[in-house]
C-alpha cells in the first residue's frame, strides 16, 4: 500500500487558484493509478480527476476546462492544479492509490488524509 498525503489546500477567492499535492512515501507511485477525489459535507464523494501510469488523464464533467492532474515521478508526487475556483469547488480533497469507489472519502479522511479548499464568493 501506499502511504499518501495531501497538502496545497486553502482559502482563496472565486476565481483564483491553488495547486494541490499528493506525495507518497514508501512504494512508489510511478506504477499506479492516482485518483483525486472531494467531499464537501452532506455531500457524496466525488471523483474529480484521474492519471494513469502513461499520464492518461480522465476529469469529471466539473472539473474539465478548470483542474489539470499531472504527475512528477522523480518527486513521487501527483499534483491537481485548481484553477478558475467557483464556491462550488469548496471540499475536502483526497488522493488515493489504492481506495476507489463511492466510499473513498470516508475510509480516506479515516486516515488521517485530506486537504481543505475553500472558495469565497
Known amino acids: 500500500d501506499h502511504r499518501l498525503v495531501e497538502s496545497g489546500g486553502g482559502s482563496v477567492q472565486a476565481g483564483g487558484s491553488l495547486r494541490l499535492s499528493c506525495e507518497a512515501s514508501?512504494?512508489?507511485?510511478?506504477?499506479?493509478?492516482v485518483d483525486w477525489y472531494r467531499q464537501a459535507p452532506g455531500t457524496e464523494c466525488e471523483p474529480v480527476a484521474t492519471?494513469?501510469?502513461?499520464?492518461?488523464?480522465n476529469y469529471s464533467d466539473s472539473a474539465k476546462g478548470r483542474f489539470t492532474i499531472f504527475r512528477d515521478n522523480a518527486k513521487n508526487t501527483v499534483y491537481l492544479q485548481l484553477n478558475n475556483l467557483k464556491p462550488e469547488d469548496t471540499a475536502v480533497y483526497y488522493c488515493?492509490?489504492?481506495?476507489?469507489?463511492?466510499?473513498?472519502?470516508?475510509?480516506?479522511?479515516?486516515w488521517g488524509q485530506g486537504t481543505q479548499v475553500t472558495v469565497l464568493s
Open positions: 488515493s492509490a489504492d481506495v476507489a469507489g463511492p466510499y473513498a472519502c470516508d475510509a480516506l479522511n479515516s
Open positions: 514508501g512504494d512508489t507511485i510511478g506504477d499506479s493509478e
Open positions: 492519471i494513469t501510469p502513461h499520464s492518461i488523464t
